[in-house]
């Protein structure tokens, strides 16, 4: 059963151009969600996250949009660079499960130059 | 300086044999947790260990024994391994068990032969 969905199991954008990455959620107790970025052989590293209260959180290159209703999260990286390309995971948890995180299968990007 | 690191990096072994992986992570953080990846990429919590207590224990057999010495250590032991239990640990950190940022350490890559 899985909760947290990345639909697209890749995806490749021209450098400089924006990369859009989707998440789907199941679970409306769900009240805060991250996006990891993992480099091959790596462990996964924090990129941005953002609460339920919110509906968008930008940090430089990285926004995150929240849309509630609809159960729908997206990582936008504007201008998209060759370094980018990586596998992205969503994730989610909720208060009542402490700091456990609820991984999406995760989308590989690939920037090209 | 590395944040959070795993031994050994890989491990190969034979089916019924018992091994341990190691982490360390030198952040301060109080809570610690491991993760294994399994071959359709998810990410699946395994254990939550804060101040040295158990507090996250998903349904995961009884032959993998988590065993935290202090805050900085949370090393995982799996006795008579099987050929299921091929995958990637990944163990993480943070501060706090309510919304703090996970910090994951390189994985430790484990082959059951």
């Known amino acids: 059963d899985q909760q947290v969905k990345q639909n697209s199991p890749s995806l490749s954008v021209q450098e400089g151009r924006i990369s859009i990455l989707n998440c789907d959620y199941t679970?409306?107790?769900?009240?805060?969600f991250l996006w990891y970025k993992k480099y091959p052989a790596e462990g996964p590293t924090f990129l941005i996250s953002?609460?339920?209260?919110?509906d968008k959180n930008e940090d430089g290159r990285f926004t995150v949009f929240l849309n509630k209703s609809a159960k729908h999260l997206s990582l936008h990286i504007v201008p998209s660079q060759p370094g980018d390309s990586a596998v992205y995971f969503c994730?989610?948890?909720?208060?009542?499960?402490?700091?456990?995180?609820?991984f999406g299968a995760g989308t590989i990007l690939r920037v090209k130059s | 300086d590395t944040a959070v690191s795993q031994t050994p990096k890989y491990l190969v072994t034979q089916m019924g044999n018992d091994k341990s992986i190691k982490c360390e992570q030198n952040?301060?953080?109080?809570?610690m947790y491991w993760y294994k990846q399994d071959s359709k990429k998810f990410l699946k919590i395994m254990f939550s260990?804060?101040?040295?207590?158990?507090?996250i224990n998903e349904t995961v057999p009884n032959r993998f024994s988590p065993k935290s010495p202090d805050k900085a250590h949370l090393n995982l032991h799996i006795n008579s391994l099987e050929l299921g239990d091929s995958a990637v640990y990944f163990c993480?950190?943070?501060?706090?068990?309510?919304?703090?940022?996970?910090?994951f350490g390189p994985g430790t890559r484990l082959l059951v032969l």
């Open positions: 993480a950190s943070s501060q706090g068990t309510i919304r703090g940022t996970q910090y």
């Open positions: 953002i609460s339920s209260i919110k």
């Open positions: 994730a989610a948890s909720h208060m009542e499960y402490g700091n456990k995180l609820v």
């Open positions: 260990y804060n101040n040295k207590e158990l507090i």
């Open positions: 679970n409306s107790m769900f009240d805060y």
């Open positions: 952040l301060g953080h109080d809570t």
